[in-house]
């Protein structure tokens, strides 16, 4: 019996090493992520990606999406530690600002809207993510659609710690459907590490969409009063590149034209 509960003794003096070890190695890790948070805010400072700014609040006038395809024409070194995404597990999900029924869609947070994507898109896939922008966490839920060279996708953020400041009031007012949103266009060429290490660009080539070689975007962006919560609109078509055609004003026109006629929007009223 002695025998016996020396075994166990030294069975359990081993798991305790072993759980020692990944304590220690977990603990290496958080100071390993919060090091290229720090380089990563530091390098995006320094390329005037962000404003030079303590202020939060001044770091939102980008989406999460847009945020990563203005970093796109960088080295892809930056790109690795330029966003942190934390996946949420199946079945584990704290938050789900989407809900989807074939291309219809409505936001669930304090910003009620609902969507109708025309019916020549298909539905790709939904998920719910925690990227990091600035040292802030989001709650993303996001639905992606696509129709040959064209996709959807629609973004229902807000802070992970609940906190306001969202505003998008320095970018250019705009109208859909009749309602006040701001917007934004943009074109970037996308490399096969663009796609892999940005979450947005690689949940549409996981989904049946590759964005390569470039994409052009129209984006529609709304708050709520309390700056708590967010939605994104976006449209984009995939490109040979981002010369001649997709720098042309009766393109720009186009798509603005074709982003307006893609979906119907409503917005609820408490």
Known sequence: MSGEVQSLYETLQSLSETFQRRYETLQSLVGTFQTLDHLRH???????????????????????????????SFASLLIMVSLTTVP?????????????????????????????VDKSYKFLAKTNYQPTFGGIGFNVSLAAFAA???????????????????????????????????????C???DPVDINE???????????????PA??????????????????FTYGIRLANCKGEAVAPEFKQRIDIESKKAVKIQKKIS
Not at 215 to 232: L, M, N, R
């Open 188 to 190: 970037a060429e996308l």
């Open 215 to 232: 994409v052009y975007i129209k984006q529609y962006f709304a708050t709520s009063v309390d700056g708590t919560s967010e939605i994104v």
């Open 42 to 72: 530091q390098a995006l400072l320094s390329l005037d990606v962000f404003p030079k700014t303590s202020d939060p609040r001044e770091l939102h006038d980008l989406s999460c999406f847009e945020k990563v395809i203005h970093m796109m």
């Open 88 to 116: 949420v597990p199946g079945g584990q999900t704290k938050f789900n600002y989407l809900k989807i029924k074939g291309t219809k869609a409505e936001t669930t947070h304090s910003l009620k809207y609902k969507f109708k």
């Open 148 to 186: 040959n060279d064209r996709f959807i996708m629609i973004h229902a953020e807000t802070h992970t710690d609940g906190s306001g400041g969202l505003d998008y009031s320095k970018l250019r007012p705009d109208r859909l459907d009749g309602l006040n949103f701001t917007s934004k266009e943009q």
């Open 198 to 212: 940005e979450h947005d660009l690689r949940f549409l080539k996981e989904n049946g969409f590759d964005p390569s």
